[in-house]
């Protein structure tokens, strides 16, 4: 990044201009980790909520668990499944969203917070939770 002449210290400036870039990289690097993560997470999602939608039809498949009988947590276990796979995708769908929006703002040297999203989602997370916890005890 240096181009001054060899022999010569840079200037001030050209210092500034190198560590600026060196900024923008790390920038959009760590906006790409993040968007990465995201993604590795709605796999998870997805392959999980597919296992348990699948156990779920083998066990009636296998009537090793009567539809409409005793056990209605494991009944209910493939709309679990199914519903883990939806929540992927949209997990996805927020995640490119959030991955443009982070670039645009790099590129524009600009930072506007997410609260309002941020706040919507971990609320929507712990009803889900507590949607989940109630589903767990009742059976």
């Known amino acids: 990044m240096n181009t001054t002449p060899t022999g010569t210290t840079p200037t001030s400036n050209e210092l500034s201009q190198s560590r600026t870039g060196l900024a923008d990289l790390r920038s ?54 199914t519903g883990m796979v939806i929540l992927g995708i949209a997990l996805a769908v927020w995640s490119l969203y959030r991955y443009k929006r982070v670039n645009h703002d790099i590129k524009a040297a600009s930072f506007r917070p997410m609260d309002r999203a941020i706040t919507t989602l971990t609320l929507l997370f712990l009803l889900i939770g507590g949607i989940t916890a109630v589903w767990l005890f009742r059976a």
């Open 28 to 81: 959009h690097l760590a906006n790409e980790r993040t968007h990465l993560a995201y993604l590795r997470t709605c796999v998870s999602l997805i392959g999980f909520g597919i296992t348990l939608n699948r156990f779920s039809e083998f066990l009636v498949q296998n009537d090793a668990m009567k539809v409409g009988g005793a056990g209605p947590m494991l009944r209910d276990t493939g709309n679990v499944g």
